[in-house]
Each structure stands twice: as structure tokens, then as C-alpha cells.
């Protein structure tokens, strides 16, 4: 069983640039879900992605938005990158929504984007 | 508004002794809570859910719809225990939207 798996798992970028991070879901999951941890903080939904569309956002500006491709991966993209963008940005997988095991996901080691 | 709260940032015992991590929500409908684990150099992963009413690693964690609670306990703390907890509530009906606390940091002391 392959576990969740991100990249690039580290990255440096200036204010206004634009950064698209990966994820490779679990097998045998088709939803993928992004969070972002700021220092000191828990994570913070971003958005979910199943069935390759958006199934849910959380309190984050359009400049934020993501893909799913038909192999369950996921790509996060985020555009006119901003300082306080800097943080730990986790993926996770899990199976559909609505299954019986419904809160159970499956973090990768995130990727930690630091923006200067 | 849907919240959880971890009123500790660090805990600290001593081998052997009770260990519980207090986690508070708030939320209008009915909840399901989590307690997610992160180790030294590991990904984050699920501990328990409420749901289950399981123990694992001799953990437990009760709803208390009274209180708005779900206390994370373990009677004897292991050095093994040490590690960072996060409570979190389940929000957002067709998603699994989790709604994460602040974290609390486990230390267990020889």
C-alpha cells in the first residue's frame, strides 16, 4: 500500500510569485483534501477535491485553487504569493465522502513553502 | 461558529502518571470528534474517534455533549507518548471538512 505523497517536500518564493504543489493519493483513495498549518497553529482546511471537481472550501481567497487529476492526484496552486502564505501545506487523502469512516484521513508529510 | 479549542500548548508529566489533553468544541449540530497524533518525524495521523469508542495505545477520549468536551486520557503515560496531539471536529456534512485545535504538546519525562 503506498501511502500519501507530496512535493516538493521544500521551497523558498518571493512575494508575488506563484507556486503549484503536488500530492499522490493512498490507493484506493479518491478524495484529496488541503490543509495549511501555519507555525504554531493546527491545520487549516483549504479545499477538498473528489471525483475532479471541488467539493468544499474553507475561508481562503480565490488565488488559492486546485486540480484532480483522473488518477486521484492533486496539484495546489497558489498565485500572487504573499508572506504570510509561508507555511507547512499538507495533503490528504481519504475515501468519499459519506463512507462510514468518514474523518479519517491520510496525511502526507507536507510541503513547507516559505515566502520572503 | 464551529471551533475547537486546546487550552494547553505543552504538557509535561512524569512516566507512569495520568495524562489527559483537554479538547473543547464548539458546534450546533451533532459532533464527531477526532484525536489526530503527529510523532517526531512522522506524519500526522488519526489516533482515535469518538464514534468508535475504542482505546488505542491505552488511550481514551469520552464525549461530553454537556460540557462541550472530548478529553484525550491515558492512566500511565509512556516516554513513548511524547508527540504533538490535535483535537478535531468533523464539519461540513458532504465533506470531510476537519476542523483542527491549536495542538497540544505531549512531553514525557523519565
Known amino acids: 500500500e503506498t501511502g500519501v505523497t507530496q512535493s516538493p517536500t521544500h521551497l523558498i518564493k518571493t512575494r508575488g510569485q506563484q507556486v503549484t504543489l503536488r500530492c499522490s493519493s493512498q490507493?484506493?483513495?479518491?478524495?484529496v483534501s488541503w490543509y495549511q498549518q501555519a507555525l504554531g497553529q493546527g491545520p487549516q482546511f483549504i479545499f477538498q477535491?473528489?471525483?475532479?471537481?471541488?467539493?468544499g472550501r474553507g475561508n481562503f481567497p480565490p488565488r488559492f485553487s486546485g486540480l484532480q487529476f483522473p488518477n486521484y492526484s492533486s496539484e495546489l496552486n497558489v498565485n500572487a504569493l504573499e508572506l504570510d502564505d509561508s507555511a507547512l501545506y499538507l495533503c490528504?487523502?481519504?475515501?468519499?465522502?459519506?463512507?462510514?469512516?468518514?474523518?479519517?484521513?491520510?496525511f502526507g508529510e507536507g510541503s513547507r513553502l516559505t515566502v520572503l | 461558529a464551529q471551533r475547537v479549542t486546546q487550552p494547553e500548548k505543552l504538557l509535561s508529566v512524569f512516566k507512569g502518571a495520568p495524562v489527559e489533553l483537554k479538547c473543547n468544541y464548539s458546534?450546533?449540530?451533532?459532533?464527531?470528534l477526532f484525536w489526530y497524533v503527529q510523532y517526531s518525524r512522522q506524519r500526522l495521523q488519526l489516533l482515535l474517534r469518538?464514534?468508535s469508542r475504542e482505546s488505542i495505545k491505552g488511550f481514551t477520549a469520552d464525549l461530553n455533549k454537556g460540557e462541550t468536551s472530548f478529553h484525550l486520557k491515558k492512566p500511565f503515560a509512556q516516554e513513548e507518548d511524547s508527540a504533538m496531539y490535535y483535537c478535531?471536529?468533523?464539519?461540513?456534512?458532504?465533506?470531510?471538512?476537519?476542523?483542527f485545535g491549536t495542538g497540544t504538546l505531549l512531553a514525557v519525562q523519565p
Open positions: 490528504a487523502s481519504s475515501f468519499e465522502p459519506g463512507r462510514s469512516n468518514t474523518g479519517e484521513l491520510f
Open positions: 458546534y450546533s449540530g451533532s459532533p464527531e
Open positions: 469518538h464514534i
Open positions: 478535531a471536529l468533523l464539519y461540513g456534512g458532504a465533506t470531510n471538512k476537519l476542523i
Open positions: 477535491y473528489y471525483r475532479e471537481e471541488e467539493n
Open positions: 490507493s484506493g483513495h479518491n478524495t
